[in-house]
């Protein structure tokens, strides 16, 4: 059955909810469709939507989406097992009603075809009601993500964010209503940000039970109100060393809590390495590995500590996919731990009988 304006409908058929979603420990394939700053009403001080993804602030077209996805649909791995088309970059459910459903829809038809498994979207918690749920309700969305930012209000009014905390756990509630997958996004660095407040966002975040989180780190991005700010000396960004440090910690308690972090640092892309958009702040193209291997680095000093003797010669055992993270960027972990501890021989030996986030001294 085909609508009046060409697209189809799906009829009660969906939506597909988390309880429904295949059960899985392997990575969903993303189809990522950038809708850089669409439906936003504010201009937080932190954002130059553009500068992030890389594209201008045209919408693309439905038929524009449709070549997107059937060219990523072409790089789609065997080992991953499920595809998601996801919204990413702007306030999906603050763009107009029509436009939601044209996307909404052309995505619609490739998980009816059988080549996706569900569609996923970012949207700011003050988007979350009962009239837009309904409207989404015939569509295949399986995941929604929430900007949240922070859950301590004089912070989200320094950034004019134009939402509150409560208005975060108002949209959580509702989204559970309705069994979405739920992600929450924080960052950490915000002015009016510090330690304290990061880890009370973290407790309020993780008291809310979502499905998944991500951290993102403050950056200063040009033609952004906050690098003026940071131009005046109104603002002073993270240090990058401070900022692994803070997020390792963050990472540490949702890890305690059973609460995924899928993603700690913004996405690398082309303009951000080369420097062309950042003007300052804790940027890192492999900033996640960053914390993974401060974490691994402070297991492993614990260890050497505890030790009853001091060798010139210890091995680490590690699952052979943390081989990576206990070395560190450039070895750098090594070379610490050697340094520290007069180590003549430290050998990393990769072993998969042990965990993923453990490891061994001997």
Same mark, same amino acid.
């Given at each position: 059955?085909?609508?009046?304006?060409?697209?189809?409908?799906?009829g %009660?058929?969906?939506?597909?909810?988390?309880? &429904?979603?295949?059960?899985?420990?392997?990575?969903?394939?993303?189809?990522?469709? =950038? #809708?850089?700053?669409s439906?936003?009403?504010?201009?937080?001080?932190?954002?130059?939507?553009? $500068?992030?993804? /890389?594209?201008?602030?045209? %919408?693309?077209?439905?038929?524009?989406?449709?070549s997107? *996805?059937?060219?990523?649909?072409?790089?789609?791995?065997? #080992?991953? %097992?499920?595809?998601?088309?996801?919204?990413? /970059?702007g %306030? =999906?459910?603050?763009?107009?009603?029509?436009?939601?459903?044209a996307?909404?829809?052309?995505? $619609?038809?490739?998980?009816?075809?059988? &080549?996706?498994?569900g569609?996923?979207?970012?949207? +700011?918690?003050?988007? *979350?009601?009962?009239? +837009?749920?309904?409207?989404?309700?015939?569509?295949?969305?399986?995941?929604?993500?929430? /900007?949240?930012?922070?859950?301590?209000?004089?912070?989200l009014?320094?950034?004019?964010?134009?939402?509150?905390?409560?208005?975060?756990?108002?949209?959580?509630?509702?989204?559970?209503?309705?069994?979405?997958?739920? /992600?929450? &996004?924080?960052?950490?660095?915000?002015?009016?940000?510090?330690?304290? @407040?990061?880890?009370?966002?973290?407790v309020?975040?993780s008291?809310?039970?979502?499905?998944?989180?991500?951290?993102?780190p403050?950056?200063?991005?040009?033609?952004?109100?906050?690098?003026?700010w940071?131009?005046?000396?109104k603002?002073?960004?993270?240090?990058?060393?401070?900022?692994?440090? #803070?997020v390792?910690?963050?990472?540490?308690?949702?890890?305690?809590?059973?609460i995924?972090? !899928?993603r700690m640092? #913004?996405? $690398?892309?082309?303009?951000?390495?080369?420097?062309?958009? !950042?003007?300052?702040?804790?940027?890192?193209?492999?900033?996640?590995?960053?914390?993974?291997?401060?974490i691994?680095?402070d297991?492993?000093?614990?260890? *050497?500590? $505890?030790?009853?003797? @001091?060798?010139?010669?210890?091995?680490?055992?590690?699952?052979? +996919?943390?081989?990576?993270?206990?070395?560190?960027?450039?070895?750098?972990?090594?070379?610490?731990?050697k340094?520290?501890?007069? !180590?003549?021989?430290?050998k990393?030996?990769?072993?998969?009988s042990?965990?993923?986030?453990?490891?061994?001294?001997?």
């Amino acid at each position: 059955m085909r609508t009046d304006a060409g697209r189809p409908t799906f009829g %009660n058929q969906y939506p597909m909810s988390k309880m &429904q979603y295949p059960a899985t420990n392997r990575r969903p394939f993303i189809i990522p469709i =950038f #809708l850089p700053h669409s439906g936003c009403p504010h201009q937080c001080v932190f954002c130059n939507q553009r $500068a992030i993804t /890389g594209t201008s602030r045209k %919408n693309p077209s439905p038929s524009a989406i449709r070549s997107q *996805i059937v060219e990523f649909l072409k790089y789609r791995g065997n #080992l991953r %097992n499920l595809v998601e088309i996801a919204f990413f /970059g702007g %306030n =999906f459910l603050g763009l107009k009603m029509d436009y939601i459903k044209a996307l909404l829809s052309e995505a $619609a038809t490739f998980v009816q075809a059988g &080549q996706a498994d569900g569609i996923r979207f970012c949207t +700011r918690p003050d988007t *979350i009601d009962y009239r +837009r749920l309904e409207m989404i309700k015939p569509y295949p969305v399986s995941t929604i993500e929430l /900007g949240v930012q922070s859950m301590d209000d004089h912070v989200l009014d320094l950034v004019m964010r134009g939402h509150t905390s409560a208005d975060t756990k108002v949209a959580v509630a509702l989204l559970k209503q309705h069994n979405y997958r739920i /992600g929450l &996004q924080m960052m950490v660095g915000l002015p009016g940000d510090s330690d304290e @407040t990061a880890h009370a966002t973290v407790v309020k975040i993780s008291n809310l039970q979502p499905d998944f989180v991500r951290i993102y780190p403050t950056v200063v991005l040009k033609n952004s109100l906050l690098a003026k700010w940071y131009q005046k000396g109104k603002y002073l960004p993270m240090s990058l060393e401070s900022c692994v440090s #803070l997020v390792k910690n963050l990472f540490l308690y949702f890890r305690a809590k059973n609460i995924p972090v !899928i993603r700690m640092g #913004l996405q $690398a892309s082309e303009d951000f390495d080369k420097g062309a958009t !950042i003007m300052a702040g804790p940027y890192h193209p492999a900033f996640g590995h960053l914390v993974h291997s401060k974490i691994f680095l402070d297991m492993a000093i614990s260890a *050497i500590d $505890a030790r009853i003797s @001091t060798d010139d010669i210890v091995s680490i055992n590690v699952h052979p +996919r943390s081989l990576s993270k206990i070395k560190g960027l450039k070895n750098g972990n090594i070379d610490f731990l050697k340094k520290r501890f007069k !180590i003549r021989h430290l050998k990393i030996i990769p072993d998969s009988s042990m965990g993923e986030d453990k490891l061994s001294i001997e």
